[in-house]
C-alpha cells in the first residue's frame, strides 16, 4: 500500500487558535479578507474549498476577532435571525451548500442575507462550492448571492504541511529528523486534522517506550491504523 493515505479512524479535535493557523499561498488571500474586518465592502464573504482545507480555522478566527454569532439554518427562525442581526452584528454560517442540499433552508438564507443589509450586518458563509455552483431554486437568493465575495482555499500544498509538522512537533517540544515529517506527508490524509493526529499518535507512542520517533515507528503505527480502519 504504498503512497496511500491514511484515514485515521479516531474522533478529530483540529486545534483551531490563532496561534496553530499558518498562512501559505494555498490560504494567504481568504486570511488578508478575515484581517481586514470589519472592511468589507460587501454584505456577505463566501469561503469556499475542500474539507480540511482550513475553511473552519478561518472561520473561528474572524468570529474571535468580529464576535460574531453563529446561525444553524436548518433550524433558526426568521425571528433569530432578527435577533442576530440586529445592530449591525455579524453572523457565521458554515457548511452552506451541504445545508441546502440537505433541507429547506433556501429562504431562511435570504431572510437572513436581507436582514444583514438593512442592518448593517456582515455574514460570512462557508462551503467546498462556490454559490454558482449551489442547487438554487429562488431567482432572490441567487442574485444576492451573486454580489458577495467569492473566496477560495485550496487544499494544503506540502509546505504548508511540512510547516504545521513541523510546529507541531515544536509545540510538543519533540526533535524528529527530516524523513520522518516526509514520510507522514506521504501516509496521511493531506489535512491539517489529519496530521495533527498523527503527531499526537507518534508522541503517545514516544512517550510509552521512551524512544525518539523514527521512520521505523511511524510506519508501525501508520500501518496499525491502516488494519484498523
Known amino acids: ?5 491514511l484515514i485515521f ?8 487558535a490563532v496561534e496553530a493557523f499558518i498562512v501559505a499561498a494555498s490560504n494567504r488571500h481568504a486570511f488578508v479578507w478575515i484581517e481586514r474586518w470589519p472592511d468589507w465592502p460587501f454584505v456577505a464573504l463566501v469561503l469556499v474549498g475542500p474539507a480540511g482545507c482550513g475553511k473552519t480555522h478561518l472561520a473561528t478566527l474572524w468570529q474571535e476577532r468580529s464576535g460574531a454569532a453563529a446561525i444553524d439554518l436548518a433550524t433558526a427562525g426568521i425571528e433569530q435571525a432578527a435577533a442576530l442581526t440586529a445592530g449591525g452584528a455579524p453572523v457565521l454560517v458554515e457548511d452552506c451548500d451541504r445545508i441546502l442540499n440537505e433541507t429547506p433552508t433556501e429562504r431562511p438564507l435570504l431572510q437572513l442575507y436581507n436582514l444583514a443589509k438593512e442592518s448593517g ?6 462551503a467546498r462550492q462556490p454559490p454558482s455552483q449551489w442547487r438554487l431554486g429562488l431567482p432572490d ?15 494544503p500544498d506540502d509546505e504548508l504541511l511540512r510547516s504545521v509538522a513541523a ?36 508522541n503517545t507512542i514516544s512517550k510509552e517506550r521512551q524512544r525518539p520517533i523514527t521512520v521505523p515507528m511511524a510506519r508501525e503505527v501508520l500501518f496499525q491504523s491502516d488494519d484498523e480502519d
Open 1 to 5: 500500500m504504498a503512497g496511500s493515505q
Open 9 to 16: 479512524p479516531f474522533e478529530e479535535r483540529p486545534d483551531h
Open 121 to 126: 450586518s456582515r455574514l460570512l458563509l462557508t
Open 141 to 155: 437568493l441567487k442574485s444576492r448571492l451573486n454580489s458577495a465575495m467569492v473566496v477560495a482555499i485550496d487544499p
Open 167 to 202: 510546529k507541531l512537533f515544536e509545540d510538543k517540544q519533540i526533535e524528529v529528523k527530516e524523513e520522518v515529517v516526509a514520510y507522514l506527508l506521504v501516509r496521511c490524509e493531506r489535512t491539517v486534522a489529519s496530521l495533527s493526529q498523527a503527531v499526537e499518535m507518534l
